[in-house]
């Protein structure tokens, strides 16, 4: 018998009829499901110039965009714009992903806190430049990076009331869809059942890369992007990177037999990313125990 909302929840999933929760009307959001997907077939790229202004990529066309921003603190491949500047600049980029985006097409921002004097919450901000742009808002992953943090010291004041700050183990995946819930375009996919059920959980454990390794000073893990392009996408599905860094969503794509198109307006790093891209072991589908079509 299927389960239905109570005042005291339920305790299994399958079958549950949710309507009086939705019925509640928490948000009003609108969604449309008319338009259908461009045809266009976009063949992966790496370019050098802001995002801003995607030339290369025509309306609809995205399935997915996976990015982590540069988060204005003093890396090395930040700006020295302000930070309203620099929220601006977010919002011309995520402008421009939304028109690249097709309809159901989902974009994935993964962001980091900042400071303590004061605590700025760039979740926020991001969130409320998505909404504005009327993306519709998914959910949010808690990606923990650490555990307890052994070497780590940011006490602030120790054994005391005085100061006491916290130690960030953890950063924001804030996920999002373009006018519709549902995927408007159909394909196979390539998530297992175990990876599913990992990916769909609220929290996820990864260990963070190297930046040594990848000579680049805040990357994140292919593991992260790979984990949402099986999660929202579909086998040759074209998956973007506004912000491409070291190029680990480039190397997910590769590596899940996905197409990829990232911008970066540092030639070094794009060098760097195109090397690692050419290193990524191709997705094969014989290998990988998946049907070809």
Excluded at 22 to 39: F, G, I, N
Excluded at 137 to 156: H, L, P, Q, T
């Amino acid at each position: 018998m299927a389960t239905r909302t109570t005042r005291f929840g339920v305790g299994r999933r399958e079958g549950h009829d949710s309507s009086p929760f939705y019925d509640r009307a928490l948000k009003q959001v609108e969604t449309s499901s008319d338009r259908a997907p461009s045809e266009a077939v976009v063949v992966s790229g790496l370019y050098a110039h802001s995002a801003e202004r995607m030339t290369e990529l025509p309306d609809d066309c995205v399935a997915l965009m996976v990015t982590s921003p540069p988060y204005h603190v003093g890396k090395e491949y930040d700006s020295d714009l302000s930070f309203d500047e620099y929220l601006a600049l977010l919002q011309a980029v995520f402008k421009e992903t939304y028109r690249v985006l097709e309809p159901g097409g989902r974009a994935v921002v993964n962001v980091a806190n900042l400071g303590r004097r004061p605590y700025v919450s760039l979740a926020d901000h991001v969130t409320a430049i998505m909404e504005d742009l009327k993306f519709l808002a998914r959910g949010e992953v808690i990606w923990v990076k650490a555990k307890g943090a052994s070497g780590s010291c940011a006490w602030g004041s120790w054994l005391s009331a005085s100061n006491p700050t916290f130690r960030d183990l953890h950063e924001y995946c804030l996920c999002f869809s373009k006018e519709r819930w549902s995927r408007a375009r159909k394909g196979v996919s390539t998530i297992t059942r175990d990876e599913f059920l990992a990916a769909t959980l609220s929290v996820w454990e990864i260990p963070p890369e190297s930046a040594r390794r990848v000579a680049h000073p805040a990357p994140f893990p292919v593991a992260l992007p790979r984990r949402f392009i099986e999660l929202y996408t579909y086998l040759d599905d074209l998956v973007l990177d506004p912000f491409l860094g070291s190029g680990s969503t480039a190397v997910a794509a590769v590596e899940t037999g996905r197409r990829y198109v990232g911008y970066d307006i540092d030639e070094a790093y794009l060098r760097k990313s195109s090397e690692r891209v050419l290193a990524a072991r191709p997705y094969t589908p014989q290998l990988e125990g998946w049907p070809t079509s």
